[in-house]
C-alpha cells in the first residue's frame, strides 16, 4: 500500500500545536487594512484554534505532515 500523503493546501495554512491543536490566522489581515481601526488590525494578528466538526477532517489531511 502506498504511503498517505499530507495535504499541502491544508499544511500550508494550519500548523498542529504541540497537543495536537489546530491553529489558524484570521481572515481579512492582507490589505484595506487603512479601513480598519487599530483594535480590529491587532485582533487579526493573533491565530485561533479550529474547532468544531472540521477539525478532525483537517487533521487527517495534516497526518502525516
Known amino acids: 500500500m ?8 491544508i499544511a500550508k495554512r494550519v500548523k498542529m500545536t504541540g497537543t495536537g491543536k489546530l491553529m489558524r490566522h484570521r481572515q481579512g489581515k492582507s490589505h484595506l487594512l ?3 481601526n487599530a483594535k480590529r488590525r491587532r485582533y487579526l494578528n493573533n491565530a485561533t484554534l479550529i474547532t468544531g466538526a472540521m477539525a478532525p477532517k483537517i487533521a487527517r489531511g495534516l497526518q502525516n505532515g
Do not use: G, I
Open 2 to 9: 502506498p504511503k498517505m500523503k499530507t495535504c499541502k493546501a
Open 34 to 36: 487603512s479601513t480598519k
